[in-house]
C-alpha cells in the first residue's frame, strides 16, 4: 500500500501543471520522498505510541482482519495489544490488529452548555423574584423558600444539562489506524 502511495505522489509531482508553485508543491514533494525511503513497517509503529499511552480499563474496540471486538485495555508494548473480555486476557500482536478506537462516547457543545446555565439563571432568579413578591406567608414561608431556591438552582443545572444534551452525539475516537 505504502508502495502504491508513493507511485501515486511520483505521478502527481511529474505533471507539473497540475499543481501550484509553493507549498503545497513543497509538501507533497517531501511526503512522496519521505514514502519511498520509509520501512513498510514504520509508519505502523508511529502510530502504535498512542495505543501505548492509552489509559489502562477503558474500554476500547478493536477491529482485525476477522473481526470487530469490544475489549477492555489492559496494556500495549512494542508487538502486542493485552485486553480483557471478563476474567479472560487475550494478546493480539500489532500486525494484526487494523483499527483502535474507544467506546462510543457522548460529545456536547460546551457553549451551548454554558448559554443553556445562563438562560436556567435568567429564568430561574426572575421565577425566584416572583415568588419572594407576591407570597402571602402567615405561618412560614419554608415551602417559598424551598420553591426559591429549586428555581435559582435547579433551573441553571437543568438548563445547562438539556442544552449540552441536546447538542451531544455519540462519536468513536480513533486512537490507532494501521496505514
Request: aromatic share 6%.
Amino acid at each position: 500500500m505504502r508502495e502504491l502511495c508513493a507511485a501515486g505522489l511520483t505521478v502527481l509531482l511529474c505533471a507539473q501543471p497540475l499543481l501550484a508553485e509553493g507549498p503545497l508543491e513543497r509538501s507533497v514533494e517531501r511526503e512522496a520522498s519521505r514514502l519511498a525511503v520509509e520501512p513498510p513497517g514504520a509508519a505502523g509503529t508511529s502510530g502504535w505510541r498512542a495505543v501505548r499511552d492509552f489509559t489502562p480499563g477503558r474500554l476500547i474496540m478493536i477491529t482485525t482482519m476477522t473481526a470487530t471486538t469490544t475489549r477492555t485495555f489492559v496494556s500495549a508494548d512494542d508487538s502486542t495489544l493485552t485486553v480483557t473480555h471478563g476474567s479472560v486476557v487475550e494478546r493480539l500482536a500489532m500486525d494484526d490488529v487494523l483499527v483502535v478506537t474507544t467506546g462510543p462516547m457522548r460529545h456536547g457543545s460546551a457553549l451551548a452548555a454554558v448559554g443553556g446555565t445562563l438562560a436556567g439563571l435568567w429564568l430561574g432568579s426572575g421565577l425566584a423574584y416572583g415568588l419572594a413578591e407576591n407570597a402571602r406567608c402567615h405561618d412560614g414561608c419554608g415551602g417559598v423558600q424551598f420553591a426559591m431556591l429549586t428555581a435559582m438552582i435547579g433551573l441553571p443545572i437543568m438548563g445547562g444539562m438539556g442544552a449540552w444534551l441536546l447538542t451531544s452525539r455519540f462519536r468513536e475516537d480513533v486512537i490507532y489506524r494501521r496505514l
